[in-house]
């Protein structure tokens, strides 16, 4: 198992940036693809981005194309999210979470373990 939590969070305005981490304890982070998701209120949670397990291969939500970006550090056992040009429309609740899985998982399901989440809020 592994458990996940995420940090990072907060209020910004139209166009600054946030780092989201999410840190991982329990079994072997680097076995895992990670990704993150995120949930408006009264949405469904969507998928944002992926990395594979040894951070070759990432893949994105064509809504965060080029704004965002997802990285690892398998010694420090953490995932990140670079999210700049920040708008009003990504203000969510964002989640990490991990998978075996391989290839470019876009749904929950995809995903075993999930961290918390951490609340994004972006002003216009």
């Known amino acids: 198992q592994v458990q996940l939590v995420e940090s990072g969070g907060g209020l910004v305005q139209t166009g600054g940036s946030l780092r989201l981490s999410c840190a991982a304890s329990g079994s072997t982070f680097s076995s895992y693809s990670m990704g993150w998701f995120r949930q408006a209120p009264g949405k469904e949670r969507d998928f944002v981005a992926r990395i594979s397990w040894n951070g070759g291969s990432t893949y994105y939500a064509d809504s965060v194309k080029g704004r965002f970006t997802i990285s690892r550090d398998n010694i420090k056992n953490t995932v990140y999210l670079q999210m700049n040009s920040l708008k009003p429309e990504d203000t969510a609740v964002y989640y990490c979470?991990?998978?075996?899985?391989?290839?470019?998982?876009?749904?929950?399901?995809?995903?075993?373990?999930w961290g918390q989440g951490t609340q994004v809020t972006v002003s216009s």
């Open positions: 979470a991990a998978t075996r899985l391989p290839g470019p998982r876009v749904r929950t399901d995809d995903y075993s373990y």
